[in-house]
């Protein structure tokens, strides 16, 4: 089995051009097969900036309003086919089912509100329809996993 070097990123914008060399420079350097990442506050069509060197394919929900849109980055190396490819209008989340080196699976790329969580998490529900297959869920969930360290109010 091939293992795949996943990670997640809240960048908090990559418009500017050094910035998004810098991060594309760095995804590149930790050898990443696929990025998740969050608050990229591009347009749809800027996303075209992110396909460069090491990355191969770029799926977006790019949103409206400055804390939201999401991007999955897919290396050249990696063998991925879409299968459909569902984007959140505000973009918040993106859902893409394919097969992953020939095995079905859907990865999922989630940048929660900073409030309103109980109201947002139940809208990503209908991805269980794709539970029959691996499902990789990474993204900004805005939520504590520990209240005993949080430091905000």
């Not at 893409?96 to 947002?120: D, E, S």
Request: hydrophobic share 40%; charged share 25%; proline share 4%.
């Amino acid at each position: 089995m091939t293992t795949i070097e996943l990670l997640r990123w809240n960048v908090k914008g990559i418009s500017n051009k050094t910035k998004r060399y810098k991060i594309i420079t760095h995804l590149k350097s930790l050898e990443s097969d696929v990025a998740m990442l969050q608050e990229t506050h591009l347009k749809n069509t800027e996303a075209v900036k992110l396909r460069k060197r090491w990355v191969g394919q770029v799926f977006s929900a790019p949103g409206t309003g400055a804390s939201r849109g999401v991007r999955t980055l897919i290396a050249k190396r990696l063998s991925f086919r879409l299968t459909q490819e569902t984007v959140d209008k505000d973009g918040r989340y993106i859902i893409i089912p394919g097969f992953l080196h020939n095995i079905k699976c859907t990865l999922v790329n989630v940048n929660a509100p900073n409030i309103g969580q109980a109201k947002f998490l139940p809208r990503l529900n209908f991805f269980l329809d794709f539970s029959a297959d691996p499902i990789v869920i990474g993204g900004d969930f805005n939520l504590v996993s520990d209240p005993a360290v949080d430091r905000s109010r």
